[in-house]
């Protein structure tokens, strides 16, 4: 897997001569993996062709001005939390400073002004510009707040002098920028997750499942993303979004799921079964809707595979975590199945209460291996999912 996939760059390109490499860097980026869409500073197409940008990003390209228009599309905010990193190349001694300053005076400036990702810059300018006090001082400023400045590299700048301002090359730039990544504590690793309950049909209309939602196993896909990992969810029927960046395989039954797992498992480096899969299933589906005839009736259950089980008895099974839904004596019954299905890691889930497990927004985790245990207190499974993720990395990463 390349060193940016599953990122997403927002380029800011701003009015100097260097602006004519851009398309140059989107295609570097794009080399390496990521998605980037670029927005344009106040008169930087004087310098490049917007429409040359649009061919090579894929996406339209942005203009600097704020308008109704350019809003009720992808407005400043959405693309704020749209991007992994905002990349400012070439960066001018003007927009330098109106950055300093937190100016939020047109779409670039604003974005940087909303955006929680990281910030880098590439500076670009004359010699004399580049050595001027304000712009030292200013990039001083930028570099206490952590904005990450690459470049510039010196000699025969455009105006004719020579000296430090010209712009690092694209290569350059976009491999600085995959270094900004380097921790992703996944990158490359395929990782399988199953979420989601399954539906155990009785007749066309009628079937048994469980409460769970999806969201524990999808906020899990969105961390293992985030950790640069490239995600196939394995999804029961859910009511909840999708994570973008994931191959999402939904399925019904557990029947559909053991098969959708086995079908990709030799593909993958790690598996984690979040999913609530039922253990039985009604031995017949009714082919046509069950009629109130008796006053009784039996349904003979039959059992269903153990997915997780069969994934981590396999010859050269992938890393496997397991999920241990239990009401009583959590940690213990945890353990019994971390060592039955032969599983690198259990994370035992306290289902009884109402504030945690199934269907709410929060949970709670103990995390078991052979020789340890790691308590995840209490909090919403977006934040749980980024330390689960961690935690499972590290582990990984051991063996
Ligand atoms: O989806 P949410 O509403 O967010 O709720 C999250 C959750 C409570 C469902 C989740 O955190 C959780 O605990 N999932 C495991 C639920 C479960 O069925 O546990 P189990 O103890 O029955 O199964 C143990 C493990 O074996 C699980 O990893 C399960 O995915 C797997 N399994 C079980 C049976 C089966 N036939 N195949 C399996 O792969």
């Keep these: 897997m390349k060193s940016l996939t599953n990122k997403r760059v927002l380029l800011g390109v701003s009015a100097g001569i260097a602006a004519y490499k851009a398309p140059d860097l989107v295609r570097k980026l794009g080399e390496l993996g990521a998605q980037v869409q670029v927005i344009l500073s106040k008169n930087a197409d004087q310098f490049v062709a917007p429409l040359a940008l649009q061919a090579v990003s894929g996406?339209?390209?942005?203009?600097?001005?704020?308008?109704?228009?350019?809003?009720?599309g992808m407005g400043h905010i959405d693309l704020a939390r749209w991007a992994d990193v905002v990349l400012i190349a070439p960066g001018t001694a003007n927009l330098i400073a109106r950055l300093c300053q937190g100016n939020a005076d047109e779409l670039l400036t604003t974005v940087c002004v909303a955006t929680e990702a990281p910030i880098a810059i590439a500076p670009a300018m004359n010699q004399q510009m580049w050595q001027n006090a304000a712009t030292i001082q200013n990039m001083q400023t930028l570099a206490s707040r952590n904005v990450h400045i690459l470049g510039p590299d010196a000699g025969e700048q455009a105006c004719g002098e020579v000296g430090p301002g010209r712009m690092l090359q694209p290569t350059d730039i976009a491999q600085r920028v995959a270094e900004l990544f380097q921790n992703?504590?996944?990158t490359g690793k395929r990782v399988m997750i199953t979420a989601g309950p399954t539906w155990e049909a009785l007749d066309p209309v009628r079937g048994i499942t469980n409460h769970s939602s999806g969201m524990m196993g999808y906020a899990l896909a969105q961390a293992a993303i985030e950790a640069g990992a490239a995600v196939t969810l394995v999804s029961g029927p859910t009511h909840i979004a999708k994570p973008e960046r994931a191959k999402v395989v939904d399925t019904v039954s557990a029947l559909d799921m053991h098969a959708a797992v086995m079908a990709e498992i030799d593909e993958q480096d790690l598996f984690i079964g979040v999913a609530a899969v039922a253990d039985y299933r009604p031995a017949d589906a009714a082919e046509q809707k069950i009629k109130k005839n008796a006053d009784e009736m039996t349904i003979t259950m039959v059992k269903n595979p153990d997915i997780l089980a069969e994934v981590a008895g396999r010859d050269n099974a992938p890393f496997c975590v397991g999920?241990?839904?239990e009401t009583n004596d959590v940690a213990a019954y945890a353990r019994g199945k971390l060592e039955r299905k032969k599983l690198d890691l259990i994370a035992a889930n306290h289902v009884g209460g109402s504030d945690t497990g199934f269907g709410v927004p929060d949970n709670a985790i103990t995390l078991i291996s052979k020789n340890s245990i790691i308590e995840l207190p209490k909090q919403s499974k977006t934040a749980l999912a980024r330390e689960l993720i961690s935690e499972i990395a590290?582990?990984?990463n051991k063996i």
């Design 59 to 72: 996406h339209a390209v942005h203009d600097h001005a704020m308008t109704a228009e350019s809003e009720s």
């Design 184 to 186: 992703s504590e996944l």
């Design 323 to 325: 999920f241990a839904a």
């Design 394 to 396: 590290k582990a990984y």
